[in-house]
């Protein structure tokens, strides 16, 4: 089945400082979300990107489904930032069951 | 609008006791996915229902657990006869499923399973 990877698998920031974070896939996707899992464990939808490049303030994705990676780029980071970054894809074409990365843990701190 | 809602938020059962966990999708989401989350680990997949069927159980293990998604009320996982190794987050997601295509799955915010 397809793999995800996320990368770096932990980072630790000082407010204010800009992060970029990488999930690589094994086989060709049309659907790819990033999720923030706060320290309290809520499950936060970020983008739904299957190509291109969006923004949403601080926070921006890019994924180039040809190449099998999506980035997500988050700019003058806040403490609220903490948490698990997951970046999800399908399991296979045209379908919505998702496999989801092993995460990127971000620590920012004042 | 309301979002994906899951209750209990919080469930503790000792060893041998019936755990039910609940979730209602997003309004207008006709398919429902539950996965679970292992402490320090991502998120498993367990099983995707529509409304009285259920679509593909290839997550779940053999025994014990079950699902439904009935024609009224909430989706419902139900744990028998639990042990300490259920003790997880179970995070249900609903998505309107588009004709073409998958659509964006919205998670609820979880009911965290403890196994005394």
């Known amino acids: 089945g397809i793999q995800v990877e996320q990368s770096p698998p932990d980072l630790i920031l000082q407010e204010g400082a800009n992060s970029t974070l990488r999930c690589n896939f094994s086989?060709?996707?049309?659907?790819l979300q990033w999720f923030h899992q706060n320290p309290w464990g809520q499950l936060i939808n970020l983008f739904y990107i299957p190509s291109g490049t969006k923004q949403n303030g601080r926070l921006s994705a890019t994924t180039v489904a040809t190449e099998r990676y999506s980035l997500l780029y988050i700019s003058s980071s806040q403490t609220t930032d903490s948490g698990v970054y997951f970046c999800a894809v399908p399991r296979s074409y045209n379908t919505d069951k998702l496999i989801f990365g092993t995460g990127t843990r971000l620590q920012v701190f004042p | 609008n309301a979002g994906v809602m899951q209750n209990p938020r919080h469930l503790v059962r000792r060893r041998g006791q019936e755990a039910r966990l609940r979730c209602s999708p997003m309004?207008?989401?006709?398919?429902v996915y539950w996965y679970r989350q292992l402490p320090e680990e991502g998120l498993k997949f367990m099983v995707y229902?529509?409304?009285?069927?259920?679509?593909?159980e290839s997550g779940m293990p053999k025994e014990r657990f079950s699902a439904e998604f009935p024609k009224e009320g909430p989706s419902i996982l139900r744990i028998q006869q639990v042990v300490r190794g259920d003790s997880a987050a179970y995070f249900c997601a609903s998505s309107p499923r588009r004709d073409r295509g998958p659509g964006e799955l919205f998670f609820g915010e979880g009911s965290r399973l403890t196994v005394l």
């Open positions: 086989d060709s996707v049309n659907n």
């Open positions: 309004k207008g989401h006709s398919h």
């Open positions: 229902l529509q409304k009285e069927n259920i679509i593909d």
